[in-house]
């Protein structure tokens, strides 16, 4: 299973909080989740957060859990109030906008006031002085979590554009062939580097290794083609060159001097590329959801 990433995020104050939640996610949802906590050593600080380091965290994560504790005191028209640092405050608001309610979630200290820009939201309220209250928020999240395992929402994003043409230009095109002949025991594997870079360099390189070669699946069209290993075994393959496009839009958006892929860009290409293979998946499922001819496989 490819896992999904879980960004939490809190004040310094509330970290004792955020890291109690980490530590129950990752016991219950390990399987299928990867939990990372803003200090962590590979993840942007929440007090260095700028508007270019949000933009990469919406691409990064397919999750969001922030504490708002009471922090600070703010004077707010008719009286003062504890309210939760601005910068947590802001990075609810960007999880919420891109992630949506069923994937982003604030857990609010008793007492913290509520701002408007959350106002209609549901939050998980917990108070340090009355006990079992964050053991059952803990629990009440996870039980949201566990209720999107099996669910998949597509983003906006350049790889989730890049899976829906690849799967109506190229392997709806395949199926509608097979159950039209009634092709049996046909099946096919989608080959995904996880680095995508020189795309057509790596595909070369497997055609060699296989001693495969390309022709025609339909026939009297030039596409879709497939490749066919010359093995005996007559495997059948396909690697959709176009997600090369994710390692170009990534430096346009993670942009640095290196002329290839920094430590940095690789992890939101990654990113990108699990995306479009959940995608590939989820429109699989949705329209042929008994069809098991095609498989994904991730190079690495």
């Known amino acids: ?15 004792m ?14 399987s299928w989740l990867d939990v990372e906590l803003w200090t962590d050593s590979n993840v942007f600080k929440l007090s260095k957060t700028t508007l270019e380091n949000l933009q990469e965290k919406s691409i990064l994560y397919d999750y969001g859990v922030l504490i708002a504790t009471s922090d600070d005191v703010g004077e707010i028209k ?9 910068n947590v405050l802001f990075e609810a608001g960007m999880f919420l906008a891109t992630l949506g309610r069923e ?3 604030v857990m609010m200290e008793k007492g913290c006031r509520i701002p408007t820009d ?23 999240l996870i039980e949201e979590l566990n209720n999107t395992k099996d669910t998949f929402k597509f983003s906006r994003s350049s790889s989730t554009a890049l899976a829906l043409g690849y799967y109506k230009n190229y392997i709806k095109k395949i199926i509608d062939n097979v159950y039209n002949d009634k092709i049996v025991d046909f099946k096919i594997k989608i080959k995904v580097p996880l680095y995508p ?16 070669i390309e022709t025609n699946f339909i026939k009297k069209q030039e596409r879709p083609t ?24 990534i430096r346009k958006i993670v942009p640095s001097s290196e002329l290839t892929l920094t430590k940095r860009q690789k992890k939101y290409v990654e ?19 008994d069809q098991s001819c095609i498989k994904i496989e991730i190079i690495e």
């Open 1 to 15: 299973m490819i896992k999904r990433k879980l960004f939490i995020g809190s004040s310094t104050q509330g970290l």
């Open 17 to 30: 909080v955020a890291n109690e939640v980490k530590d129950r996610i990752v016991k219950s949802c390990d």
């Open 78 to 86: 008719d009286g003062k109030y504890n309210i939760m640092r601005d």
């Open 103 to 105: 994937r982003a979630f």
């Open 118 to 140: 959350l106002l209609g939201q549901t939050l998980a309220i917990f108070s340090g002085d009355e006990l079992g209250t964050l053991d059952k928020c803990i629990g009440s």
């Open 197 to 212: 870079n020189n795309i057509h360099a790596i595909r070369d390189k497997l055609i060699i290794n296989t001693n495969s």
């Open 226 to 249: 497939i490749f066919i290993e010359n093995n005996g075994n007559g495997d059948v393959w396909d690697i959709p060159t176009t997600i090369e496009i994710i390692c170009d839009v």
């Open 271 to 289: 990113q990108e590329v699990r995306n479009f293979v959940k995608a590939l998946m989820a429109l699989l499922e949705e329209n042929y959801p």
